[in-house]
Nanobody, 117 residues
């Protein structure tokens, strides 16, 4: 199983980006993932949770992104999304997707998001 993250880039403050994370190599359906989330990391700091979907649909957001970011899941495309609006320079980071399938944890390779002021 692999997770492929994409959609990062350079954007001005106030702008928007949509990240995607697509799973491949699945034997069962994408619905088997009981957890999907987006995390981000800047150099010298720990990776932090941005947004997550747990089980049947419980969604949590970091306080810093509430009201600006939206996580969603499209099982038919084996993909989760992170719609990021009103971006701020402090959102600059490498963004990673994470999935938990049965007892295994998978991480995507990361996609760079840079927000200029």
């Amino acid at each position: 199983v692999q997770l492929q993250a994409s959609g990062g880039g350079l954007v001005q403050a106030g702008g928007s980006l949509r990240l995607s994370c697509t799973a491949s190599g699945l034997i069962g359906g994408f619905g088997g993932f009981n957890y999907m989330g987006w995390y981000r990391q800047v150099p010298g700091k720990q990776r932090e949770l941005v947004a997550e979907i747990i089980g049947g649909g419980l969604i949590n957001y970091a306080d810093s992104v509430k009201g600006r970011f939206t996580i969603s899941r499209e099982n038919a495309k084996s993909t989760i999304y992170l719609q990021m609006n009103s971006l701020k320079p402090e959102d600059t980071a490498v963004y990673y997707c994470k999935g938990e399938l049965r007892a295994s944890v998978y991480w995507g390779q990361g996609t760079q998001v840079t927000v200029s002021s």
